[in-house]
């Protein structure tokens, strides 16, 4: 059991990097520039309400593209447009245009929250991400169930969850700070930088934390296999 590899793990992690990188400037067109330039021309003309609903436009209709081109539908897009209706009828309510700008926030509240809880369970949600994402053969589940017996790696997994679900938690609190303190320009040139800049450092430090149990955990699946 102990070829429970690291290598399939990092090719995989370099194919989505790549893709990912490969998308950058599509993305940040849609992200950042769009959304601040929609902005900037809309709100002397229209209503601030007005011209946020104009740049929350900019992800629904890059969604719809995106659909239509690949004909799928990814989940969390549909998570995306789920905050932006939520946030948009939230905003009509209270009469405050600002709750727009919280829909980033709102996911990533979402998310720190479902990190941490998931704690309570057996397995947290970092081992569901790993199993859901990376393990696609019997052989590599049996090898993970036996990787799941060593204490050192449920540790790591939980330490994960709770870093991420913490980093979510702090990124939220951040935002909802800044939307009140900024000018709504500001926090639109602000947002993406600061969402996309906790998301890399904080994968950064996983990555490293994966480095340094990868040989500890390897050792553990070699005991299992002696025993």
């Not at 709102?106 to 790993?130: E, K, N, Q, V």
């Not at 990124?171 to 800044?178: D, H, Y």
């Amino acid at each position: 059991m102990s070829d429970l590899q690291m290598a399939p793990e990092n090719q995989s992690l370099r194919q989505v990097f790549r893709q990912r990188l490969g998308r950058l400037p599509v993305q940040a067109m849609v992200s950042v520039v769009l959304p601040l330039v929609i902005y900037l021309l809309a709100s002397p003309r229209t209503s601030m309400f007005t011209a946020l609903v104009l740049t929350a436009a900019v992800p629904l209709l890059y969604s719809i593209y995106c659909w239509v081109r690949t004909r799928h539908v990814a989940f969390l897009s549909l998570v995306t447009l789920f905050m932006v209706g939520i946030s948009l009828l939230i905003a009509l309510l209270v009469h405050d245009p600002r709750l727009l700008l919280l829909r980033d926030a709102c996911l990533a509240g979402l998310l720190g929250l479902i990190c941490l809880f998931s704690l309570l369970r057996t397995r947290p949600i970092a081992y569901t991400f790993y199993r859901w994402a990376f393990i696609h053969t019997s052989e590599q589940s049996v090898s993970l169930n036996a990787l799941w017996q060593l204490p050192y790696a449920r540790f790591t997994w939980r330490m994960l969850t709770t870093m991420w679900g913490l980093m979510f938690l702090g990124l939220a609190l951040i935002e909802a700070a800044l939307v009140y303190r900024l000018p709504a320009a500001q926090f639109l040139a602000v947002h993406p930088f600061l969402l996309w800049g906790t998301i890399i450092v904080t994968a950064s430090v996983t990555r490293l934390c994966g480095k340094r149990t990868r040989k500890q955990i390897t050792t553990g699946l070699q005991q299992v296999d002696e025993e």
